[in-house]
């Protein structure tokens, strides 16, 4: 039984050595994930930290370390899949590490609100710093901030001076047009996120590129907001001009609004035109047909920005040096189903 009663005195790692038979050093040494600890004994003392509930101390362990053990974390746009996703991938990655996570989210991305937010984190003596914002503004205003910590960008530019954590978008988007390409689809449209979005941008580059790469034209290109209202009036616009025989869409969701527009018209999917999203969201599986996605990888994207900033501050950050260029990408999957298939016409 778990002894995490209220009303007991809490375990402390005394205890977790004493049960688990091994020295206070070695489950210092479990808990921080050191490598020279053999496989049976790790697994000892991790059984008797589950069956005592230890919970580490931060407060003590922040008087040693001089750390907060917390990272902040900005956000815009978190209603979306992918930011809020992202998050959650920081969020289980930090905690990995010991490290709590405290959250902001913008409103609107001004340079007076970005300021704000980062002054709100430094009051709360954070140990460093995610930022989840990929819109141009951000980009603009990241390049003449400078903190007191190490800060690490989510899918910016890599020649800015910022350390950086991203999704290889462009190849993202030529993952699902070149299956789209080798299909044998010759006509393949684009609904494309707001053009303020970094992402978006990225990917329209990428839909583009691969397509002049195959001697096709880049003409169909249709604007959305990332919501699905938007992908079913860019799916109306489609069927009635029956000119596309694929649709590739920068997320899961307008991908789903356009196949609701596709069905209302008469056009069967993917007999009459195939569809691609962006996301592989779960429910992508269960669209009807099943929805060809591109899978982000948002767990392995969160330990990749984790990593780097726990890099940054056991190296010892200098602020009058300024913010390194560096980037840590991670490279996206195509995840085929049945809404793709070969042209009939």
């Given amino acids: 039984m778990r002894a995490d009663s209220l009303d007991r005195r809490p375990a402390v790692m005394e205890d977790v050595a004493k049960l688990a038979g091994v020295s206070h050093q070695t489950v210092s040494r479990v808990l921080n994930k050191h490598p020279n600890v053999s496989a049976k004994t790790r697994e000892r003392v991790e059984k008797a ?103 690490v960008a989510v899918g910016f530019g890599v020649d800015e001076g910022l350390r950086v954590a991203a999704v290889n978008q462009r190849m993202g988007a030529s993952l699902a047009v070149q299956h789209l390409v080798d299909l044998g689809h010759t006509a393949i449209a684009h609904v494309s996120g707001p053009p303020d979005w970094i992402d978006a941008a990225a990917r329209i580059e990428g839909w583009r590129h691969t397509l ?11 604007r959305g907001d990332w919501s699905a209202e938007s992908g079913y009036r860019a799916g109306l616009e489609l069927a009635g001009g029956r000119a596309a025989t694929a649709l590739f869409a920068a997320n899961d969701q307008m991908a789903l609004g356009a196949l609701r527009a596709f069905a209302e018209a008469g056009l069967r999917v993917p007999e009459d035109i195939s569809v691609v999203g962006y996301d592989d969201q779960p429910e992508a599986a269960y669209f009807v047909p099943p929805l060809t996605s591109v899978n982000q990888g948002f767990k392995e994207l969160g330990g990749r920005c984790i990593q780097m900033l726990l890099s940054e501050m056991d190296t010892g950050f200098d602020m009058g040096s300024g913010y390194s260029s560096a980037a840590s990408v991670v490279n996206p999957t195509l995840i085929v189903r049945s809404s793709t298939a070969r042209p009939l016409k």
């Fill in 212 to 222: 002049l790469e195959a001697g096709l034209a880049a003409t169909s290109l249709i």
């Fill in 49 to 151: 930290i589950a069956e005592l509930g230890y919970r580490r101390n931060t407060a003590a362990r922040s008087l040693v370390t001089r750390r907060s053990q917390t990272i902040g974390v900005l956000g815009s746009g978190m209603s979306e899949y992918g930011p809020a996703n992202v998050l959650l991938g920081v969020q289980e990655a930090a905690r990995d590490k010991g490290y709590s996570v405290s959250m902001a989210s913008l409103s609107k991305v001004t340079p007076a609100a970005i300021r704000d937010a980062l002054e709100h984190f430094m009051l709360q003596s954070v140990d460093g710093m995610v930022v989840i914002v990929p819109h141009e503004a951000m980009f603009r205003s990241l390049r003449t901030i400078r903190i007191a910590v190490p800060l």
